[in-house]
């Protein structure tokens, strides 16, 4: 009786026969031939798409939520396939005589849910899920009430990308490069229901790092080189607009104006992670030195010489690491030599409007900044000295 009430239509049936499962659970083991008993006939109506139901799939959801261990992962493989049915019409439209007009983004959405409440393993469904659920919104028609951009399945889907964060930071990181995952990796850290898969990205700042930029990380053998080219300078000079180079820097110069889509789109989601995480930049000094390596960096300057040929997003490298660094001088008053080497932004012609770093250098560094100023050029002028 319990098993066939999860599936009524009626929320307080339901909300009686879920409390009244859970209470005969938490008291006795049920006997494992009774259980097969009654989910028979709710698995029975799996096995076929045009029995997909509302009631059945929220029912199930609510089987998977008490008897989760019950369950098999293949049912996992089963819920693919019929999720399949919907890149093919032709088919689905064979199926879905028991659906109401316009119900069938709901049933897909209804199937997605299922994926977050299956046993641990169904981990290994991540990838098959996310490129499924990506086709399927392209797939949406457009006009409809549900499209690519009001998608019905990507809260479902983030409920499982939270259940595996791990997996799931570093199946998005590696795929960097894609923008069809990065888009959605980056509406689904920046949404509310995206919680969890943000936290877990932000306590992966070499993940981050070392997926975006590669090139900019210490080699094993050029580990103490790095750590000097990263060490703020005594002066404010113009030695303070240029790294020290590596060894290995004069192959990387040869590339000088050429960045991959893995390099933009990772310092975009660095400065996502600053403006949703306001104190993420300063508790991982790693991510700040690296980006101050890339505002110095030949090839970086190269672009911004030659921003006539850059693409929109391509345009805003520079304002994205002022931002960030912007951030970071607003937590680390001490840091005064990156607010000098931002100041070279104003060295070049640039579609992109600076207003905002003018301001900030007339309102909050007059006010905030000028009695570090005054030591810093009092500590390294000759005048002082005795």
Known sequence: MFFKSLTCRAPEIVAVAKEGLRQVINQQRMPKELLQSSLRPILVNLAHTKNLSMPLLQGLARLLELLSNWFNVTLGGKLLEHLKKWLEPEKLAQSQKSWKAGEE???AAAIIELFHLLPQAASKFLDELVTLTIDLEAALPPGQVYSEINSPYRLPLTKFLNRYASLAVDYFLSRLSEP????RFMYIIRSDAGQPLREELAKSPQKILSYA??????????????EASTLPAKSCGDENLVSVKSESSNTAQTKANVASDAYFQGLYLIKTMVKLIPSWLQSNRSVFDTLVLIWKSPSRISRLQNEQELNLVQVKESKWLVKCFLNYLRHEKSEVNVLFDILSIFLFHSRIDYTFLKEFYIIEVSESFKLTIFFLFAFNSQTFQL
């Open 105 to 107: 983004p709901k049933i």
């Open 180 to 183: 069809k995952y990065f888009r």
């Open 213 to 226: 930029f590669p090139e900019m990380l210490p080699k094993p053998d050029a580990t103490m080189s790095m």
